[in-house]
């Protein structure tokens, strides 16, 4: 069974310019998250989403941070402009059922903001 | 703010010996989580336990709940090289239906 794909793995750009994350989750997973872990710390999540129906995105800046997920299948994160504290580690999580069990993480897209 | 606080956040042992995290959360949940982070990589599940289990087991892996004392604890027996990694604990919390993740422990096995 493949895992959750991310890609790019690693991005590196200057402050005020924008950067997109792609995910395609686990074939089935209706629920996809993504979170956020800056290093040295644990993951802080920024958006749920049920299919393509957003759950929860409390924790996420809507200023600068938008979240789409077309067909409730693939999902993509963008940041625009970037700041500096936004150089991080940005995970794609799914699962299968919302509330229930384990989350499967893809290997994350480190971000460097210059 | 994170809803899990884990204790200690680094631990260093000798291969073989037993390692011990623990794990503070401050509301109610439904189930709480173990996960492991090897460096640069993703997270990866390790053991859930439901908020009516007080202990489970798989393989090396001992888990404990106390949900009057909202903590958690994750032993590894047995400690081996491939052990080192971080380790968060996550809970899910009642109602929001939201996984919240801890600071993490970093463990470091020594040969």
């Known amino acids: 069974e493949a895992g959750v794909a991310q890609s790019p793995r690693y991005k590196i750009i200057e402050k005020r310019q924008s950067v997109a994350f792609w995910c395609n989750p686990i074939s089935g997973h209706a629920t996809l998250y993504w979170y956020q872990q800056i290093l040295g710390q644990g993951p802080k999540l920024l958006i749920q989403?049920?299919?393509?129906?957003?759950?929860?995105d409390s924790q996420l800046p809507k200023d600068r941070f938008s979240a789409e997920r077309l067909k409730g299948v693939d999902s993509t994160l963008k940041i625009q402009p970037a700041k500096l504290e936004d150089s991080a580690v940005y995970l794609c999580?799914?699962?299968?059922?919302?509330?229930?069990?384990?989350?499967?993480f893809g290997e994350g897209s480190r971000l460097t903001v210059l | 703010s994170q809803q899990g606080e884990e204790d200690p956040q680094a631990l260093s042992i000798q291969e073989g010996e037993n390692a011990t995290m623990n794990c503070s959360y401050k509301t109610s949940i439904n189930n709480l989580q173990w996960y492991r982070q090897n460096s640069g990589r993703g997270l990866v599940h390790l053991i859930l336990i439901r908020s009516n289990e007080r202990e489970k087991h798989s393989g090396r892996l001992r888990v404990t709940l106390d949900t009057s004392k909202k903590s958690s604890s994750l032993l590894i027996t047995a400690s081996r090289a491939a052990d080192t990694a971080s380790y968060f604990c996550?809970?899910?919390?009642?109602?929001?239906?939201?996984?919240?993740f801890g600071q993490g422990t970093r463990l470091t096995i020594n040969p």
């Open positions: 999580a799914s699962s299968l059922l919302r509330g229930t069990g384990e989350l499967f």
């Open positions: 996550a809970s899910l919390i009642q109602g929001a239906q939201k996984l919240v």
């Open positions: 989403f049920q299919n393509n129906g957003v759950v929860d």
